[in-house]
């Protein structure tokens, strides 16, 4: 069962508490479940995209949809399409990569990957730096 967070912008505040109520009390045979509903009233006033875009990726983030991590690995040519290939393999999907090579206690032909991934769950994200650590690149959550 995927849980989605439902965003809504609303004018008339009853309309907006009667269509969450419908939605939280929907059977879930379509293999949804909103666990939780934002409301957002529109005031008059201009909406902050950039800040409901916020909200989002904390939401994400705190629930543990989104995540990110930190990788040693070799810094030869293919290094990062191996290891991408084990992100690929997890169903993670690569939202951001920052490489690394500016740190004191790094060999010559050494990086630091820190990735930012969607991910199903905390149990999926676990999943993913297991099967890194595995395959022995040395992940931490960061």
């Known amino acids: 069962m ?13 309309e907006a508490f009667q269509a969450f109520s419908e939605l939280r009390n929907a ?15 529109n005031s008059g006033g201009n909406i902050d995209v ?17 995540m990110k991590f930190k990788t040693l690995m070799q810094d030869v040519p293919g290094a ?3 290891f991408c290939t084990v992100v690929r393999s997890q169903n993670a999907n690569i939202i951001e990569v920052q490489y690394d090579r500016f740190q004191a206690d790094l060999g010559l032909r050494e990086t630091i990957i820190h990735m930012a991934v969607e991910v199903s769950g905390r149990a999926h994200g676990e999943a993913l730096i297991k099967a890194l650590n595995e395959a022995g690149y040395r992940s931490e959550v960061e």
């Open 2 to 14: 995927n849980n989605n967070v439902v965003i809504t912008i609303f004018e008339v505040e009853s």
């Open 27 to 41: 059977p879930a045979a379509a293999g949804y479940a909103v666990p939780e509903a934002i409301l957002i009233k």
């Open 50 to 66: 950039s800040f409901i875009h916020k909200v989002v990726e904390k939401g994400l983030l705190t629930r543990g949809r989104n």
């Open 80 to 82: 990062l399409e191996q």
